[in-house]
Antibody
Framework: EVQLVESGGGLVQPGGSLRLSCAAS????????MIWVRQAPGKGLEWVSY????????YYADSVKGRFTISRDNAKNSLYLEVDSLRVEDTAVYYC????????????????WGQGTLVTVSS | SYELTQPPSVSVSPGQTASITCSGD??????AGWYQQKPGQSPVVVIY???KRPSGIPERFSGSNSGNTATLTISGTQAMDEADYFC?????????FGGGTKLTVL
């Protein structure tokens, strides 16, 4: 059974940092691209970041570029998101999800999602 | 940046057909996906590559995409289909989600 379990969220002051983790199991993690998606309270989904299987290519939403860093450790079946210089507007549930590419990012969809971890940025 | 626009809400009577639209510039030239999210739960993909259904998704869910509009159609809508629905597409090294549509079955 595919499982994605996020952790690392919490309450942090503006300007602070956190490291979010996503533990994967039930599939060969190293062969799948992965993403982070966030959802502010009562709002819609926002794609945050993407990483290829080997970690060589990474994409970021403009809203987090330069402040967030995605990485992965295939030996530990884990995905990470370093979130720095946090702002109040970064408050959200952060989900990791598996990318099913179908041969190209154009075709890709997200077939498994974790339960999310809540990041609250407040003074 | 690319934008996808959805109606905030759609209402449907049980057993009837619900249609949720997603509009974007030349969206028909891209592939659209659709996600269902029930309160307190994580999103679930119900349609990908415009019209493909993942295993386990009921046949009443279908999709189409042409011109500037992708459409999610739910035939014979059931109470359990009440949820938020989000469309998704890829553009210029980013994924974009629509703002979401709240489907009410009443």
């Amino acid at each position: 059974e595919v499982q994605l379990v996020e952790s690392g969220g919490g309450l942090v002051q503006p300007g602070g940092s956190l490291r979010l983790s996503c533990a994967a199991s039930g599939f060969t993690f190293s062969t799948y691209e992965m993403i982070w998606v966030r959802q502010a309270p009562g709002k819609g989904l926002e794609w945050v970041s993407y990483i290829t299987t080997g970690g060589n290519t990474r994409y970021y939403a403009d809203s987090v570029k330069g402040r967030f860093t995605i990485s992965r450790d295939n030996a530990k079946n884990s995905l990470y998101l370093e979130v720095d210089s946090l702002r109040v507007e970064d408050t959200a549930v952060y989900y990791c999800a598996r990318v099913y590419s179908g041969g190209s990012n154009q075709r890709a969809h997200f077939d498994y999602w974790g339960q999310g971890t809540l990041v609250t940025v407040s003074s | 940046s690319y934008e996808l626009t959805q109606p905030p809400s759609v209402s449907v009577s049980p057993g009837q057909t619900a249609s949720i639209t997603c509009s974007g510039d030349k969206l028909g030239d891209k592939y659209a996906g659709w996600y269902q999210q029930k309160p307190g739960q994580s999103p679930v993909v119900v349609i990908y590559e415009d019209r493909k259904r993942p295993s386990g998704i009921p046949e009443r869910f279908s999709g189409s995409n042409s011109g500037n509009t992708a459409t999610l159609t739910i035939s014979g809508t059931q109470a359990m289909d009440e949820a938020d629905y989000f469309c998704q597409a890829w553009d210029s090294s980013t994924w974009v989600f629509g703002g979401g549509t709240k489907l009410t079955v009443l």
